[in-house]
């Protein structure tokens, strides 16, 4: 299985520009989320999707946050504009849908910086 | 709301000792636990899961889990350094498919 695919590994954009982040959950696995990670904050739920349809999108910042699901194998997290405060580590994880006992999968995240 | 704390740590301790790691959680219905490991700039990674009271052993890691006093936690023996790394706990609750992690324990393993 080759696990969860996020790209890009590195992104580094200025001010104002707009950041798209690709992610790819396991095969099978319809639950997908979306996660910030930063020192301060630790990590951060933003976004919560099930068989593609978002069902908790309270961590998302505001409006410049956006996500999509698409079909079952691809999901885009969207930031437009973006600001220097959005820079974390973004990860995807996925699960397998309705088992409570299973634990979710990272893949390797996004670094992005706005300068 | 719910909650789940950890020591921030560090948490050191020499090699070979047994490294001892805690989590609290605050809902009373909180059913799956899991322990992640996240190396420094790589993911989580899962170490173990854990459902019922007592103990769950595989290989070095003992995860405990006490749902009475809402802790749970993490034993791992003859502590390498590169057990080093942050350790996150998760839990999810009944009635939400969504876990909630703790903001996880530094451990430093010294040779």
């Known amino acids: 299985d080759a696990g969860v695919i996020q790209s890009p590994r590195h992104e580094v954009t200025e001010m104002g520009q707009e950041v798209t982040l690709r992610c790819k959950p396991i095969?099978?696995?319809?639950?997908l989320f979306w996660y910030r990670q930063t020192m301060m904050r630790g990590l951060e739920l933003l976004i919560y999707f099930n068989n593609n349809v978002p069902i908790d999108d309270s961590g998302m910042p505001e409006d410049r946050f956006s996500a999509k699901m698409p079909n079952a194998s691809f999901s885009t997290l969207k930031i437009q504009p973006s600001e220097p405060r959005d820079s974390a580590v973004y990860f995807c994880?996925?699960?397998?849908?309705?088992?409570?006992?299973?634990?979710?999968?990272f893949g390797n995240g996004t670094r992005l910086t706005v300068t | 709301q719910k909650e789940v704390e950890q020591n921030s740590g560090p948490l050191s301790v020499p090699e070979g000792a047994i490294a001892s790691l805690n989590c609290t959680y605050s809902d009373r219905v909180s059913q799956s636990f899991f322990w992640y490991r996240q190396y420094s700039g790589k993911s989580p990674e899962l170490i173990m899961s854990i459902y019922s009271n007592g103990d769950k052993e595989d290989g070095r890691f003992t995860a405990q889990l006490n749902k009475a006093s809402q802790y749970v936690s993490l034993l791992i023996r003859d502590s390498q350094p590169s057990d080093s790394a942050t350790y996150l706990c998760a839990v999810r609750s009944g009635g939400s498919y969504i876990p909630t992690f703790g903001r996880g324990t530094s451990l430093i393993v010294h040779p």
């Open positions: 994880a996925s699960s397998l849908p309705g088992d409570y006992n299973s634990p979710l999968h």
């Open positions: 095969s099978g696995h319809n639950s």
